[in-house]
């Protein structure tokens, strides 16, 4: 078991490189990184004490976080802030709009947390999000606020909820007709979203609700 250093000289906090890599958080090949490129990252140099053993004060690791954090904050991708907050796009709209060249380049605090979801007809899900759901990442990132979101819009994401919602029998119904009949499921959101008068997403919701498979 490794200990995390930490250790007084004179008065003054130092800390090994098991303990820089508990107090910035990061892991502890990045603090070698960090260590092996100090000159690209500036990170501040090291001393030893009698027996050798190296050692970074930790004034001068608080220092190199928050220049390493305003450097990092400094290379993030130009946001596309045009459109209208409440209009939903795809991944790949999502990954144009943060500057990514590609939809596999999403984080997943927005590929775990869609704003709606279309179950396809082989089973995919495509996940869709609010323009004001792409720019409030995006403001995450930089601790800025967003002037896109509308006031409503504020506070934790709700769950989508059909626990006690009526078409839930008729999305049953219309599986049990698909199951005793031996077909696929091919086309039946389309079925079911022209059974009740409802948007294609929307029904397919309500299957996977049946199905327990309900998307969060």
Known sequence: MTTVARRSFHDRVALDRDGVAAHTGAARTTVINWI????????????????GREWFWVD???????????????????????????????????????????YRNLPDELTGHPDDIEILSDGRRRRFWY?????????????RRSTGHAPRTTGPRKAYSYSDDPRL???????????????????????????????????????????????N
């Open 60 to 102: 001068d690791i608080d220092a190199f976080r928050v220049a390493h954090k305003a450097a990092k904050l400094a290379e993030l991708t130009k946001v596309d802030r045009t459109g209208d907050p409440n209009e939903l796009v795809t991944s790949g709209e999502a990954a144009r709009i943060l500057g990514y060249s590609s």
């Open 131 to 143: 323009r004001r759901t792409v720019w409030a990442h995006a403001d995450a990132r930089t601790g």
């Open 36 to 51: 092996q490129n100090r000159a690209r990252f500036g990170f501040p140099n090291a001393f030893t004490d009698g027996s």
């Open 169 to 215: 029998q008729v999305a049953a119904d219309l599986l049990a007709e698909v199951k005793a009949a031996g077909r696929d499921r091919r086309g039946l959101g389309a079925e079911l979203a022209r059974r009740l008068g409802i948007r294609p997403r929307t029904a397919q919701r309500l299957l996977a609700a049946v199905e327990g498979d309900q998307p």
